[in-house]
Structures are given as C-alpha cells and as structure tokens.
C-alpha cells in the first residue's frame, strides 16, 4: 500500500495547525533554529509522489508556502483571507472560484496568479506530473472559461458537489519557474501566458516538459534562484545535506517567523539524527519509521537523550489503524445480495471479531497510542466525547466469536463466507493484528483468508478483497478526507455516498461538526469497518526553545514555527 500510505502521510503533513497569529516584527535579530530530517531528498515540490518517501519537502513547504485553508489544533479549517479567499459560485453544476489575496507574492516579488492555479489543476489531470493530486476529485475539475496570466482567481467546475472543495487546490510551486524549465522563454508574464497557452490548447510537448519540470526544476541540484516562496521564510541556501531558510520580514501573511534563520540538516538515519540531538547541534528531530527502525527503537532512542536538554513528545496524528470494509465488490457488499440486510449482517460479523483490545494491548507494548473509537476524530478534539458516545463504537470492544457466529448462522447461506483480509505485509503492526484476528475466528462461522501483500495497491485497485487492514487518514480533519470514502479502500458506491455525506456537503462552519458527528454514527450502522487506534509520533527537541507544541495531526517538524521563543545568539 506504499502510495496509498504515502497520499495519506502527505495529506496530514499538509496541515498547518492555526494557533496564533504573529507579525514580521516579532523577529528575533540573529537568532536561529535548526532541525534534522531523515531520508533522501528528492525534490521540494511536495506534490510529488517521489517527494513523500520522506517528509522533508513537507515539512520545508510549511515554511515557505501559504494555502487558502488552514487547520486548527482541533481539525477545523480557518480561513486564510490574507493569502486568498475561496467560494462557491453554483451549485449546479458545482462551481467554485479561487482567488488571491495581497499577502500572495513569491519571494521573487511577482504575485500568484490564475498560472500558478492553472499549472496545480493541470498537474492533478495528467499522471506523468506525478501529482499526489492525481485521481482525486481535482482531478475531475476543469477550468471555466479561458484563464489568463496575470488574473488573480480561477474558476473550476466540478462533476459532482465536493466535501474537499476548500483545500483540494493548493500551489507547491512557481509555475513561471516550471515554465522556465520547459523552455518557454521571455519574461515572468510572457512564460506564464506560454503556460496558459499550453494548458488551454493542450499542446502535448510543452505539458510533457512541464510535467518533467514540475519535480526536476526543484532537485537540490537546481539553481538556488529557482526555489521561491511566499510564505514567512525564504531559501538561502540549497543543498542534499543542507537547507538555510531566512524569515521575511516583510512578510505580511498569517503566521510570520520568531526565528531568523532556519537550518535544516539531511541526515541518512535515525541513530544520526538522533546523535546530533544529543550533542546540541539539532534543535528539532521528528525521527521517521521504518522496517529497520521501528516506533519501539524509536521510544528508546528518545527516552535516552538528557530531559535536562531535551524534551520528548508523543503526540498523536490524523491516521488511525482501522478495518475497512469493501462496500463495492466481494462478499461483504450489498451489490452481491438481493436483500442488502444479508451483506449488513455479514459485516457486523466481522466486525465482532475484530480484536480490537487485544489489538491495542499488543500496540500498547512497544509504543503510546491512544484508543480510537471514531472514523472522523481525533481524540484530542473537542468533539471526540460526544460523538463516542453515540456512533455506536461501543458495541465492537471485545472479540466476540460466539455474536459472529449467531449472525452468520441467522442468514442460513449453507455456505461459509470467505472474508479475503488486505494488509501490507510489511507492516509489523498490520501482521500482528491478522495473527490475533485469525486466532479466533475458526468459530466464527466466516472463513478468513490473508491476502497480503508488500505493495498492495493492484488488489486495491481491482477490489479483490474483502476488508483493509491499515492506516488511513481521520475523516474530520479538513474534511477533505471524507472523499476517500469513495477513492479509498471502503469504496464506497457513489449512491451511499451521496446519501451519508449530504449534510457534509451542504454545512457550513456552524454546523460542520453536529453533521460530522452523524455521520461518524452513520458509518458504524453501515457496518463501515472499526478503527483501533490512533498512530502516535515522537517529537524531540531542545529545552532552548520556548513555547514549542506538536502538531497534534502530523509528524512534522516544522509546525507552530510562528509560536517558537528563541533567544538571540550568543
């Protein structure tokens, strides 16, 4: 499942948790931040898929980079007005316009313009751009009228109202200096109106050098001239091993930096990272598992820096290990029965012998999660307590061999129903949670069988499985994960999702959180699947920085930049 998980980790490093707003004044002369990341870099466009092995490019665009949307500490958007603002034009067909504001200026001093938006649509539609974007709803969206370069605002239509419609359109990128790459030449306005041109008559030789550029104009290896921003901090330096970002001080956006300069160094592993934390050379270290480096080393490794240095913390993140069921195909879907009731009635079986406790138990052992009893909350937001209550998770605690069994058996098939389980193989976690969940189930009265694999997206895509096994993304955070109910491994008939997710659709920020809750309650009674538990992060970093919070949803390192109180150096 590596690029379904890749997709999920992008879309919850994305968020920027809103807590404060600062002023380019608050500055501090001379003072600096240094932060250790883990991997290869690739590319800093993180709207490439190459670019989510690591995090590195996400982390560094929360820097250097604005969006129409933000999200709190409690998973609900806030508008941005200052960079731009986003509506809804009609209803039907669904229209929506995005437009820039006056804090929308790359670092270069040119403003954002339709280009920019034009170029991120254009990325989504054609896969050779290799966009995380790719096969989402903006995929779908085309682009009303003919844009020009130099206007501020876009408008895309939609086939269908959608849930993610103010944060589905984001700019990673100049597109001016992606056009450059492309050969297009001339000035920053005559480049832009090649773009334009390109896109609008689709001439398949300049998109192909754009799709080419959209990752390669933005290697280590590129010149430094090429890596713009238009957020609170600017490039001064790039390299494989070394990024040196500048806070602007003219910058005049939501959240502008406390620190002067941030230092961002590579390293290959953890251990180094980690080594480098010890000696006082890193001030931040969001350490990355791997196969090699599980989250129980991890734990370790952290509790074993000096607390009189450093602080270590466990936060949690927007992805939750879960159950998921297939709701289009296999024997669990409505579409194979003639009485939908028989696939319900099979579902809640499975789901009663979920080992959800002994799950958690075994998790519990080699790192800090927390329970999780809703597909939409963290449970850290303020909405988690009333909607646990009463979605319903309270009837799926203990495996229950016996219930399945009586379920199964009320059907009378006259056969046992082979529930095909999907898991990445490589996942130790996911491993451990089939071995405790096929334990038991020989008296279930449903037959089990492991349909593993280390790259699971073929099965994925054909939907030769019955159930999912793995981490997926919390529903309320942004919302605009609600879409996955349709792309993501449910696959969710687009009949019941229309009908779950209306309210959704049809809310605004008054009433996002009360329809939320229903259809948090909604997807236990379709028999959606079972969440288990939140996946944690650690999160160190040096007692020398005041103020420092973790980002509740992600496991970056560079968020709350704006609420960091550093001294000037010595």
């Known amino acids: 499942m590596k690029r379904l998980i890749s997709i999920a980790a992008v879309a919850s490093l994305a968020l920027v948790s809103l807590t404060a707003c600062s002023s380019s004044n608050t500055v501090v002369p001379n003072s600096h931040i240094t932060i250790a990341e883990v991997g290869s870099l690739v590319t800093l466009n993180p709207d490439v898929i190459a670019a989510t092995e690591n995090k590195i490019a996400s982390d560094v665009s929360l820097l250097t980079?604005?969006?129409?949307?933000?999200?709190?500490?409690?998973?609900?958007?806030?508008?941005?007005?200052?960079?731009?603002?986003?509506?809804?034009?009609?209803?039907?067909?669904?229209?929506?316009?995005?437009?820039?504001?006056?804090?929308?200026?790359?670092?270069?001093?040119?403003?954002?313009?339709?280009?920019?938006?034009?170029?991120a649509v254009t990325a989504a539609k054609f896969a050779d751009f290799n966009s995380t974007h790719y096969g989402s709803s903006l995929s779908g969206a085309s682009i009303v009228g003919t844009p020009k370069a130099g206007d501020n605002s876009i408008t895309l239509?939609?086939?269908?109202?959608?849930?993610?419609?103010?944060?589905?359109?984001?700019?990673?990128?100049?597109?001016?200096?992606?056009?450059?790459?492309?050969?297009?030449?001339?000035?920053?306005?005559?480049?832009?109106?090649?773009?334009?041109?390109?896109?609008?008559?689709?001439?398949?030789?300049?998109?192909?050098?754009?799709?080419?550029?959209?990752?390669?104009?933005?290697?280590?290896s590129a010149p430094t001239e090429n890596f713009l921003a238009n957020g609170a901090y600017a490039f001064t330096e790039i390299g494989s091993e070394k990024l040196v970002l500048k806070a602007q001080r003219d910058y005049r956006g939501l959240h502008a930096g406390i620190a002067e300069t941030v230092n961002i160094l590579n390293f290959q592993d953890n251990v180094s990272a980690y080594k480098s934390v010890a000696a006082g050379k890193v001030d931040v270290f969001a350490p990355r598992v791997t196969l090699n480096e599980p989250q129980s080393d991890l734990v370790s490794q952290s509790q074993a820096l000096s607390t009189k240095t450093v602080t270590v913390l466990a936060p949690g993140s927007s992805l939750s290990e879960q159950f998921v069921v297939n709701l289009a195909n296999g024997n669990l879907a409505d579409s194979s029965y003639k009485d939908p009731k028989t696939a319900l009635t099979l579902r809640q079986a499975f789901l009663n012998i979920v080992p959800k406790t002994r799950a958690i138990d075994f998790a519990s052992m080699t790192q800090t999660v927390s329970k999780s009893d809703s597909f939409v909350y963290s449970s850290s937001s303020k909405n988690y307590s009333a909607v646990t209550s009463s979605n319903g998770s309270s009837n799926f605690v203990l495996q229950d061999t016996e219930k399945a069994s009586e379920l199964v058996a009320s059907l009378k098939l006259g056969i046992t129903p082979t529930i095909r389980v999907l898991f990445d193989s490589d996942n130790p976690a996911a491993v451990a949670e089939w071995t405790l969940l096929s334990d038991h189930a020989a008296t279930s009265g449903l037959r089990l069988t492991n349909v593993s694999n280390p790259d699971p997206s073929e099965k994925l895509a054909s939907g030769e499985y019955e159930v999912y096994l793995g981490p997926l993304p919390l529903l309320g955070v942004g919302t605009g994960s609600i879409q996955s109910l349709v792309n993501g491994p449910a696959k969710m008939p687009e009949a019941t999702y229309s009908s779950i997710a209306k309210d959704v659709l049809a809310s605004d920020e008054k009433t996002l959180g009360t329809v939320l809750q229903s259809l948090d309650k909604q997807l236990f009674d379709l028999g959606y699947g079972l969440p288990m538990y939140q996946l944690p992060t650690i999160l160190v970093y040096n007692n020398r920085i005041q103020g420092f919070g973790a980002d509740p949803f992600g496991n970056n390192s560079t968020w709350g930049y704006w609420t960091w109180h550093v001294s000037a150096d010595k």
Do not use: C, M
């Open 157 to 220: 239509q939609f086939d269908q109202p959608i849930v993610d419609w103010k944060t589905v359109l984001d700019v990673t990128v100049p597109a001016h200096i992606v056009g450059k790459f492309a050969e297009i030449g001339g000035n920053v306005a005559a480049v832009r109106a090649g773009i334009i041109s390109a896109i609008v008559d689709k001439k398949t030789d300049v998109l192909a050098k754009l799709a080419s550029g959209y990752a390669e104009a933005f290697k280590p």
């Open 65 to 119: 980079t604005q969006n129409f949307y933000e999200v709190d500490k409690n998973g609900e958007l806030v508008a941005n007005p200052s960079f731009g603002t986003v509506k809804v034009v009609k209803q039907s067909p669904f229209t929506v316009s995005y437009t820039f504001g006056k804090a929308a200026v790359w670092s270069d001093g040119s403003k954002l313009d339709s280009t920019d938006l034009a170029l």
